[in-house]
């Protein structure tokens, strides 16, 4: 049974609680992402303090692994620069990509605390855009943030 | 770690689901598909309920497409060597098998690359028919003021191109909508399809909902108002005798992949005479009878629509799925996927949170069965079910207006063919209740 592997009950966690979870003012952009092959949606919003992130606040539908990736993103990236979250999503990439090697997910632990138990998710490529989707959207609307400040 | 109870296997005690006797031998037919003796996910039967979005192969298609290569491979309608010869003659009889399969004439029948294809390449006629030099191919100019009428049941291979197709002529897109038990509602055909119609473009199948639509009532209308009708077989074609006769359409269009067949062929079949009134979607080669730089003249139908060197040994292989489809016969193919929706109808209903999207009885319905799981996304319980072995599609289906239509985010769809059997269906109710316990959202009378 491979289930449980991509199944970590941290992520089942973050799919039945959500962290920070309902769209919240203020916020300076807020971008809305859907994966075509299957219909997931997310909208979100950025709240930028400078260029630290201050909020992030989304509604999303979709399978348990996109909704637990954004509950996940929401802890890891909340008081972090928007170059220092963008260098977690670069690591969440990768370990995406890590095609299951155990190997990659020990070095990231660190830098992705809850979010490296989906390192299972990498061995069902079908299901990568769904943990890649929030991220996807963040980097978007950290950029339009930026973008509306300047 | 989430715990996994076993879950006994076979029938349940108490399941009054009813096994009626299958036409087809499933065991012998399983033994033709070389594909069902793999296993998957740590040697687990492959239980493949995914033929709607594309059928196996039986090996007669394989030995077809093995056998023009090693033997005939040439261009076909090109060269006067012997090879080339072969090659013409082995693909204008599959034509010919392919064109008696539904009751056509063979000069009606045209090779494309898919449903998908055929669709756009009546599409595009219809809009080069406004700017075509010839007048002889103005008959059919869709522009301005025209109406083309779809449904809120068709897969997007049967939507978006008309919407393309209105976009690029100024004409408007009408739809027809759908009734709460996943139906056409047709309460309202009379004005829809009306005297500004120019086609009428319906599914015979629903991908989606399993539903088998009431074409001949559609037909009337549209053919009262002198519209064309298009009528999508990719899902009926390969499950149940369509002969173009009786049906009455001026438009049907399938797709090899779906019925046995190779991929990269599909059928674009057309009444002669609205073919011939057409002019070329794509154009080249094969297609012309006379280039001269300042211009060119066109061949009749069917060759006037397959420009290039065609898909050879694909359109072979087809003919071969054809020829096995007929010895097993259509209407035991149908009667076959009857039961088994019968059952699993059945089966599905027994299981408490489970909701069937689409009609929830036989009658004037398909092997297609999508449904929703309380509690679990789809892609989850598609998850749960793969890591059994069990191939299932998630998702839209390429049919998002119909998701959106009733109110889910997307469905789990599983789809029978001819290799299908009870065991399969059994295997799937087995799977969604492991989903449910795996998820923990099984239903407290169940726990
Ligand atoms: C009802 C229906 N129409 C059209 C298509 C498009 O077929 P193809 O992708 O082979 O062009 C499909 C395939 O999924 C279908 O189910």
Known sequence: MQLEAMYQEIILDHYRNPHGRG???????????????CGDEVTLRVHLDGDTIADVSYEGMGCSISQASVSAMYDLVIGKSVPQALETGDHFMTLMQAKGDPSVAEKLEDELEDAVAFAGVSKYPARIKCAL????ALKDASARALGAQS | MTAVAQVPSGPRPGSGAQQKPLPLDVEAIRADFPILSRTVRDGKRLVYLDSGATSQKPRSVLDAERW???????APHRGAHQLAEEATGAYEEARETIARFIGARTDEVVFTRNSTESINLVAYALSNAATAKEPEFRRYAVGQGDEIVVTEMEHHAN?????QLCERTGATLRWLGLTDDGRL????????VNERTTLVAVTQQSNILGTINPLGEIIARAHEVGALVLVDGAQSVPHQPVDVTELGADFLVFSGHKMLGPTGVGVLWGRYDVLDALPPFLTGGSMIEVVRMEGSTFMPPPQRFEAGVPMTAQVIGLGAAVEYLQRLGMDNVLAHEEALTAYALEKLAEIPGVTVIGPPDTVARGGAISFTVEGIHPHDVGQVLDDQGIAVRVGHHCAWPVVRRYGVPATTRATFYVHTGYDDVDAL???IRKAQQFFGVVPAEEA
């Not at chain 1, 769209?23 to 092959?37: G, Q, S």
């Not at chain 2, 023009?68 to 040439?74: I, R």
């Not at chain 2, 939507?159 to 919407?163: A, C, G, K, N, Y």
Request: proline letters at 7%.
């Open chain 2, 68 to 74: 023009f290569y090693e033997n005939v491979n040439a």
């Open chain 1, 23 to 37: 769209l919240r003012e203020p916020f300076e952009a807020e971008v809305h992402h859907v994966n075509p092959t």
């Open chain 1, 133 to 136: 989707m929030s991220w996807m």
């Open chain 2, 185 to 192: 509602d047709l309460s309202d055909l009379a004005t829809v």
């Open chain 2, 159 to 163: 939507l978006v191109p008309w919407q």
């Open chain 2, 429 to 431: 109710a087995d799977g």
